[in-house]
């Protein structure tokens, strides 16, 4: 059985996944793809879908394969079709998850059009390679699944590259911009449209001269526009509150400006593997209603841990933190209180890989505070009066080539 990589770099990642700049130098078109089933249980509260119920959910299914094709030495294309099953989430609908054209000019120069993944934090583009990875879920401060059609692909072009700075090592860039299309059919029946008029932003990651270290950061400008109804008992709230506009029709007009920036630090030694990351996010949130625009700034980051027993057998442990609005005033008038103001996840996986082809993994959870939660998941409820401590249990086994 050979040995295995704890939890991949960046470029090794990028390889599998079908958009790095370092794929066999070959014209052989490559073919990779994965299964992927998994349950939840949690002690309360919904988590991703009906976890809480007693006998749990396996509404926890992701399916993929994927293309990349050189066409020459500095050209090559690929893409990929993903389909999930997360609680209410995806329902096995086939996307293309992204495709691309690369263009690798010299080693400090590229640039790749199509929809591609989003170079954000360390492991963004891990998120659809569970085979490069320990965690069944990466800390969800920073990549939270449910976000995953917003967070995961951008559709518009990029510029990338390797620039060595002599005896200071090298520095790996990313620019990118354009926009997101993000897939509402999931969404309530409120929602009547959603758009993103623009998005971009970049990675700097620093490897200076010591063996398995990268520092860096990303940032990212982006802007959602969207409209939604209101429910006959919302009119009557904001009717009666006089936040209703004089020329409500239906329907509410709302956008969300948001700057977005995180730093990064990784080690690899051997067969261990150490990581944190911290980041901020500045928004401005208007709902079209006859209140102040709100300003909200949420923040999070973790500390991340995994040793390589075994060529079979990796444990990993993590501390994730979130606080979505450190301001407590996420809505106008509407402050985050107690439990709903934080949520705290330490989290312990158990990575069993039973072939070169085959792993399984277990995790647990223990779970402080509610703000991750969808209150939508546990029947409107206010998530300041869910369980305010609570576990999850997971078990995830995924089949790739």
Avoid: C
């Avoid at 060595?164 to 990313?174: K, Q, V, W």
């Amino acid at each position: 059985m050979r040995a295995r990589v704890l939890l991949l770099p960046l470029s090794l990642v990028a390889t599998l996944s079908g958009t790095a700049e370092a794929q066999e130098d070959t014209n052989a078109l490559q073919v990779h793809g994965f299964v992927s089933q998994g349950f939840i249980k949690s002690t309360s509260n919904n988590f991703l879908g009906p976890s809480a119920r007693k006998q749990g959910s396996f509404d926890f299914t992701e399916v993929g394969i994927n293309f990349t094709k050189p066409l020459g030495d500095k050209l090559r294309i690929g893409l990929q079709v993903f389909a999930r099953d997360l609680g209410p989430l995806g329902n096995y609908t086939p996307q293309l998850d992204w495709y691309y054209v690369d263009y690798r000019l010299f080693d400090w120069l590229g640039v790749r059009v199509g929809k591609t993944k989003l170079p954000w934090g360390l492991y963004n583009e891990a998120n659809d390679v569970d085979s490069g990875r320990v965690p069944i879920l990466l800390p969800q401060s920073l990549y939270p699944v449910a976000n995953r059609e917003s967070l995961f692909a951008q559709t518009g072009g990029e510029l990338y590259g390797d620039v060595p700075i002599g005896p200071a090592g090298s520095l790996e860039y990313r620019l990118y911009g354009g926009t997101i299309f993000v897939n509402t059919a999931d969404a309530s029946d409120a929602l009547k449209g959603f758009e993103v008029p623009y998005e971009g932003g970049g990675r700097l990651m620093w490897r200076p001269p010591v063996d398995g270290l990268q520092l860096g950061s990303s940032a990212q400008l982006v802007r959602f526009d969207f409209d939604y109804s209101l429910t006959a008992a919302e009119r009557d709230q904001y009717d009666a509150a006089g936040l209703l506009p004089a020329d409500y029709a239906g329907t509410i007009s709302a956008y969300l400006d948001a700057k977005l920036w995180v730093a990064s630090v990784e080690y690899q030694h051997e067969r261990l593997l150490l990581a944190a990351e911290y980041g901020r996010t500045y928004a401005r949130y208007s709902t079209g209603l006859r209140a102040p625009t709100a300003k909200i700034v949420n923040e999070g980051g973790y500390l991340m841990a995994s040793y390589q027993v075994a060529s079979w057998f990796t444990p990993g442990l993590y501390y994730s933190a979130f606080f979505p609005d450190i301001h407590d005033g996420a809505q106008p008038g509407v402050p985050l209180q107690g439990r709903a103001a934080y949520q705290h996840d330490v989290a312990a996986t158990l990575r069993y890989d039973l072939t070169a082809n085959w792993l399984v993994k277990l995790e647990g959870h223990y779970m402080h505070g509610t703000a991750g939660l969808s209150s939508a998941l546990n029947d409107n409820r206010p998530l300041g009066t869910l369980a305010k401590d609570w576990g999850v249990f997971l078990l995830k086994t995924t089949g790739y080539f």
